[in-house]
């Protein structure tokens, strides 16, 4: 059959007659994702492989990091009212991820008491 041949076919022969497409990388291997498997997020479990990427937690979980480590954030501020804008920051979105709900596992994340943290950031500084 001989027929119109679209633009992009014409640029696709074009470039297999160019070699262009030679010895790529994963050249006769099944494409990644495209085996049968009923893994809907296959996707980006590869680009997680295949970037390499790390320290990627869902929502709640990545909030509780946070809130553990809340003294060590507010460590570099300057004044209280910073202090207090950080927790405010943070409790702000920890009360969305609750209305939007589950993001991840079901996981509650407390809100963080801006008054302790002010008074460690205190205690660290020296006042």
């Known amino acids: 059959m001989t027929g119109f041949e679209t633009w992009i076919d014409r640029q696709i022969r074009e470039a297999t007659e160019r070699g262009e497409f030679d010895n790529l990388p994963g050249e006769g291997k099944p494409i990644k994702g495209l085996d049968g498997r009923e893994d809907e997020n296959w996707w980006i479990k590869g680009l997680i492989e295949r970037e390499n990427i790390t320290g990627v937690l869902p929502g709640p979980l ?27 920051d943070l409790n702000a979105r920890i009360a969305d991820s609750r209305r ?7 996981i509650f994340v407390r809100s963080v008491d801006a008054d302790r943290v002010v008074r460690e950031w205190r205690e660290r500084k020296g006042s």
């Open 100 to 106: 939007r709900g589950v993001d991840g596992p079901n």
């Open 62 to 88: 990545l909030l509780r990091k946070e809130v553990a480590e809340i003294s060590e954030t507010v460590a570099s501020c300057r004044t209280e009212a910073a202090v207090r804008e950080v927790v405010a």
